[in-house]
């Protein structure tokens, strides 16, 4: 947590960055023009080039496990669906195309498929598709709401937030959809994040009327700590 460095520094909001593949390169979500929009810098903060230019907002991006492309939400056709184009803007093409909220995509490790949150059956659920917006179908189906997913690095899992009951949950399933398990439940948790060995699963967790902090659960469920706390 030491040397923090600021890499941005604009009066409007910066936020969303992800990075390339390679770590060279950062993109991220700025309303510095008016409007979300994309932009990209190099890895100090240089070099600051804005890659989407449309009146809708285009928000969330995330690179492509082979750098080539970024997916990303926006409202251009009137509501939220997934996008995704070439890592400098150019061709935006539309895999989702639905009356309700589809958002918050992410990739699978071989960059084969998109796994996002849709509002499609009226709570949010899971859905996957393939790469080029095939084959889209829900995954989740255990009641609640399920949001924010994120694919493991083995691609073997999702991890997902859920809520339900009074209280919010970190949890796995198969990318198919089945084996649910919830690892970690609490008044209230949210963005879910792999360790890069694919076995421990960070998140944000907030007490009633405390602040929110970073813990870590393992696969088993077992083993709960607050990071960088013993």
């Given at each position: 947590?030491?040397?923090?460095?600021?890499?941005?520094?604009?009066?409007?909001?910066?936020?969303?960055?992800?990075?390339?593949?390679?770590?060279?390169?950062?993109?991220?979500?700025?309303?510095?023009?008016?409007?979300?929009?994309?932009?990209?810098?190099?890895?100090?903060?240089?070099?600051?080039?804005?890659?989407?230019?449309?009146p809708a907002d285009d928000e969330v991006p995330?690179?492509?496990?082979?750098?080539?492309?970024?997916?990303?939400?926006?409202?251009?056709?009137?509501?939220?669906?997934?996008?995704?184009?070439n890592a400098d803007g150019s061709d935006p093409v539309n895999l989702t195309n639905h009356p309700s909220t589809d958002e918050l995509p992410a990739w699978s490790p071989d960059g084969s498929q998109i796994?996002?949150?849709?509002?499609?059956?009226?709570?949010?659920?899971?859905?996957?598709?393939?790469?080029?917006?095939?084959?889209?179908?829900?995954?989740?189906?255990?009641?609640?709401?399920?949001?924010?997913p994120v694919w493991s690095p083995r691609g073997d899992l999702i991890a997902f937030t859920k809520q339900g009951g009074g209280r919010f949950s970190t949890g796995v399933m198969d990318p198919s959809g089945g084996n649910e398990r919830i690892l970690s439940s609490s008044y209230f948790e949210e963005g879910p994040s792999w360790a890069p060995n694919g076995r421990y699963v960070m998140f944000a967790r907030q007490t009633p009327g405390g602040d929110t902090r970073l813990w870590t659960v393992d696969l088993s469920g077992r083993v709960v700590s607050q990071a960088g706390y013993n």
């Open positions: 947590g030491s040397n923090v460095v600021n890499l941005t520094n604009d009066p409007m909001f910066d936020y969303e960055p992800s990075w390339s593949p390679d770590g060279s390169h950062i993109i991220f979500q700025s309303n510095r023009d008016g409007n979300a929009e994309i932009y990209v810098m190099d890895a100090k903060g240089g070099n600051i080039t804005r890659l989407t230019d449309n995330v690179w492509a496990p082979d750098g080539t492309q970024i997916v990303f939400m926006s409202n251009r056709d009137g509501n939220y669906e997934i996008y995704v184009m796994t996002f949150t849709a509002y499609r059956d009226g709570n949010p659920e899971i859905y996957v598709m393939n790469a080029d917006g095939s084959n889209q179908r829900r995954i989740s189906f255990g009641g609640g709401r399920y949001a924010t």
